[in-house]
């Protein structure tokens, strides 16, 4: 039997994610350090790990942002590696660098990749180079009006202002006409300054019901990178996912290998090491790169489900040099998969709903998966992400699974907050969705006409 990669493994992370990687690091026979607040003292992922540090109180900013106690953490605990989960620090190439000048492992990408990802401008240059396909507009950052207007003329209008730090469907405007663009220009600028730290915006041509479709990939930092299916995640409310699912439905059998070759060959014309999340916008059958996400994402298990891959476990044995483990002839796809994000919010007005759970009763049953750190009695905190558990079903196709996840959320029990799973629920159930015809923007449009009948 092979030694672990690494002997202990720092987990610079909170809730399900923090988990989740514990749970394949001791898979593995790795030790695992937990990192907390004060405000996270009694979460299971305290529990579950082998050792816990306390590195500040409730605000992020003082404990899981706060780079010095975590690299503390990591010295006195002795782990010879820090895996970051998603969120965060994940994609700071700061901290990447930090980690790694202090002779420990970071589990994620190059701070060369970080950087290049972390930079939507920079990004689709890689993407260019590679000859993945991208939407008019700008090549680089426009810096003033006069130069926004000029493009927006030759892309056509409507086009979409973004920002090029951005990210979460953050410092992204809309732009019908040449009197809305000098109005909002400025104003873009300044809020993606004060997101992000930077002022440089990009304007794209803006595509009127585009799909969201992700692929999976992994590259093992020596030119060899495969992918591992696709992902549509295009049932959102203001860029933030609700539903997600693997394979993505309904693309024509050219139009998903030219997808999946084409994130496939970004990553090995990096050289791009560990695994990723390449994002495409599509309509019709037209297909546009529209970023990396140099990370985990949340909805992993949809792909783990229909591939049977332990992202998780790749992403370790990669940092630690080992390359991949499968090629891309071993990887098949098997059945479907949909995931829900069960979100601590209000299901219509989606404001917060922290508290204690008084009440919890997870679903299960055949092809069930539950991925969460709530329990009866748990709190969930005000200071951090709304995300509580996710909720995935995989059944041998995608009628099944629809039916599955409904029946599955009937039986998932929360009470004490109010979570997002009465909308989805409705939603999943509407003709858009079963027809796999919905769009980015079809929640939205949906809420708001429910909202006035």
């Known amino acids: 039997m092979a030694s672990p990669p690494f002997e202990k493994v720092l987990v610079a992370n909170r809730g399900e994610i923090a988990l989740r990687v514990i749970r394949t690091c001791r898979e593995m026979g790795i030790r695992t350090v937990a990192v907390y607040s004060k405000a996270d003292e009694n979460s299971v992922h305290v529990r579950f790990a082998d050792e816990a540090v306390c590195i ?150 803006f595509l009127r019901k585009p799909r969201h479709v992700e692929v999976q990939v992994a590259g093992d930092g020596f030119g060899g990178g495969i ?111 949909i995931e829900v994000r069960v979100n601590a919010e209000d299901p219509f007005s989606f404001l917060p709903s922290p508290g204690r759970v008084t009440g919890y009763f997870p679903a299960g049953g055949p092809g069930v998966r539950v991925d969460s750190a709530i329990h009866e009695h748990a709190m969930v905190q005000p200071f951090y992400d709304s995300l509580a558990a996710k909720l995935i079903v995989r059944a041998p196709t995608r009628e099944l699974a629809l039916g599955r996840m409904i ?3 009937d039986e998932f029990i929360v009470e004490g907050i109010r979570t997002t799973l009465p909308l989805q629920r409705e939603l999943l159930q509407t003709p858009e969705f079963r027809d796999a015809t919905y769009w980015t923007r079809f929640v939205d449009e949906w809420v708001a006409n429910r909202q006035s009948t």
Do not use: W
């Open 227 to 337: 992918h591992l299916g696709t992902r549509d995640c295009s049932l959102q409310r203001r860029h933030q996912k609700l539903v997600e699912e693997a394979p993505a439905p309904f693309l024509s059998d050219k139009l998903r290998n030219d997808i999946q070759e084409a994130a496939a060959e970004l990553v090995r014309s990096v050289g791009y090491q560990t695994v990723a999340t390449c994002e495409f916008l599509t309509e019709g059958d037209e297909f546009f790169f529209l970023e990396v996400n140099p990370r985990i994402q949340v909805e992993h298990p949809v792909t783990e489900e229909v591939t049977g891959v332990d992202l998780i476990r790749e992403q370790i044995q990669l940092a630690a040099g080992r390359g991949l483990s499968l090629q891309q002839s071993d990887l098949t796809i098997r059945g479907h998969a």
């Open 407 to 409: 029946r599955a959320i």
């Open 56 to 205: 500040g109180p409730a605000p992020a900013t003082q404990s899981y942002l706060y780079m010095p106690n975590i690299l503390s953490a990591a010295h006195v605990t002795g782990a010879d590696a820090i895996h970051p989960g998603y969120g965060f620090l994940a994609e700071k190439a700061q901290f990447a660098s930090a980690v790694r000048a202090m002779g420990k492992a970071f589990i994620g990408p190059s701070v060369e990749h970080l950087k290049t990802f972390g930079d939507k401008l920079e990004a689709k240059a890689a993407a260019r180079r590679a000859g993945l396909p991208l939407l008019t507009g700008s090549e680089g950052a426009v810096q003033t009006v006069e130069d926004a207007i000029e493009v927006a003329r030759e892309t056509g209008f409507p086009v979409i202002l973004k920002a090029a730090g951005g990210g979460g469907g953050k410092g992204m405007r809309v732009v019908e006409d040449e009197a809305t663009l000098r109005r909002v220009f400025d104003i873009a600028q300044n809020e993606s300054f004060a997101a992000f730290g930077s002022r440089e915006v990009f304007i794209e041509r």
